[in-house]
C-alpha cells in the first residue's frame, strides 16, 4: 500500500497568512494526488486534483504543488472559512489512500 | 443537481450484519465509479471500496475484504454496501462519493450515515 504522510499534523495561523501544507507519498504516484477540505459534520470537499487542477469553484487563493512523492497545497491568504481540516489522497492506485490530516486553527 | 443520499446506517452488534444504500440523482451511476469512504469518530478518512462504472471493476480496503461487499442497481442508481461480520472498529460515518467530473479525485459526496457496533 502507499502510505500517505501530511505535515504539520495541526497549525495555528491568522487571518490573511499564506500556508503551506505537505504530502508526502511513501512511492512515486506520479501527479494522482488530490487535495480534501472538511469541516466538522459536513462531508470531505475536493479542493484540488491531479496535484494542480483546481476543482471547480473553488477560490484560486488555494493552490497545489510537487510530483512524484512530494506535494503541497498552499493557501496564499487564509480566510475566516478556510479554517478546516484538510486531507491529500493518492489515486494512482488502490487502496486509494489519505494522509492524516491537517487541522488549520485560527490563532 | 447532482446528489448523493446515503441510508442505512444504524446501531448494530459485534458480527452483526448491515446494508448501506447510495441512491444517486441528477446522474448515472453506470456512468461513473463509485465508492464508500469512513470516518471513525474523531479520526481521519479511510477509503473502503470502489466500483467502476461499468461494474466490472471493484476493489476493497484490506481492512474490510472478505466482508463487505460492494454492488449497484442501475435500474434504482443506487449503490450499495452490504457490510458483515461487523467489528467495533467498523464505527464510523459512511460517506458514500462519486467521481462523475474529469478528475482525478472524488467530487461529489453524500452526507454520511453513522454506524455503530457496539453490544
Known amino acids: 500500500d502507499i502510505h500517505m504522510t501530511q505535515s504539520p499534523s495541526s497549525q495555528s495561523a491568522s487571518v490573511g497568512d499564506r500556508v503551506t501544507i505537505t504530502c508526502r507519498a511513501s512511492?512515486?504516484?506520479?501527479?494522482?494526488l488530490n487535495w480534501y477540505q472538511q469541516k466538522p459534520g459536513k462531508a470531505p470537499k475536493l479542493l484540488i486534483y491531479a496535484t494542480s487542477s483546481l476543482q471547480s469553484g473553488v477560490p484560486s487563493r488555494f493552490s497545489g504543488g510537487g510530483s512524484g512523492t512530494d506535494f503541497t497545497l498552499t493557501i496564499s491568504s487564509l480566510q475566516p472559512e478556510d479554517f478546516a481540516t484538510y486531507y491529500c489522497?493518492?489515486?494512482?492506485?488502490?487502496?486509494?489512500?489519505f494522509g492524516q490530516g491537517t487541522n488549520l486553527e485560527i490563532k | 443537481e447532482l446528489q448523493l443520499v446515503e441510508s442505512g446506517g444504524g446501531l448494530v452488534q459485534p458480527g452483526g450484519s448491515l446494508r448501506l444504500s447510495c441512491a444517486a440523482s441528477g446522474f448515472t451511476v453506470s456512468s461513473h465509479s463509485m465508492n464508500w469512504v469512513r470516518q471513525a469518530p474523531g479520526k481521519g478518512l479511510e477509503w473502503v471500496s470502489y466500483?467502476?462504472?461499468?461494474?466490472?471493476?471493484?476493489y476493497y480496503a484490506d481492512s474490510v475484504k472478505g466482508r463487505f461487499t460492494i454492488s449497484r442497481d442501475n435500474a434504482k442508481n443506487s449503490v450499495y454496501l452490504q457490510m458483515n461480520s461487523l467489528r467495533d472498529e467498523d464505527t464510523a460515518v459512511y460517506y458514500c462519493a462519486s467521481r462523475v467530473g474529469v478528475t482525478t479525485g472524488v467530487d461529489y459526496w453524500g452526507q454520511g450515515t453513522l454506524v455503530t457496533v457496539s453490544s
Open positions: 466500483i467502476s462504472g461499468s461494474g466490472t471493476t471493484i
Open positions: 512511492r512515486n504516484i506520479d501527479n494522482f
Open positions: 489522497q493518492q489515486s494512482y492506485g488502490t487502496p486509494y489512500t
